[in-house]
């Protein structure tokens, strides 16, 4: 019998379930893939900025405070994983106007923002996160989200 190829968004979530193992974060691990065309044009993961220690060896202060998943996102020593990716893309001068997002977990309001202004026109995702804030923005904003298992 012939192996059935992966669809395209079984085949860039499976490319985001991989990125994300690159995460250093204790609670989450999360990966990101921007596209446009079924061309890849970014990846990111969740963790600390370039030349800070990762939270794997510093700690996690969320866990030290008891902050819930999904609130006080300013207190993290990591990025997130959609904000890696475009910092990638800016960094090689990649414009993400009408690209897809391709992430292993719903963005939160923070990057929902950022998603809303870069132009990304739909996302797909793998699973949920408990920020409604984030998903009413996105609906308020047209912006196809759709759940892939």
Partial sequence: ????RPTWDEYFL????LVSKRSTCLRRRVG??????KRM???GYNGAPSRIAHCSDAGCIREKLKIPSGERHELCRGLHAEQNAFLQAALHGTSLKDAI???TTQPCIICAKMIINAGIGEIVIR?????????DILKEAKIKVRVVR
């Fill in 1 to 4: 019998m012939k192996d059935r």
């Fill in 14 to 17: 499976g490319i985001a379930d």
């Fill in 32 to 37: 990101a893939v921007l596209v446009k065309d």
């Fill in 41 to 43: 044009l970014a990846t």
């Fill in 101 to 103: 997002l391709y992430s």
């Fill in 127 to 135: 699973g949920t996160y408990p920020d409604e804030m984030a998903r």
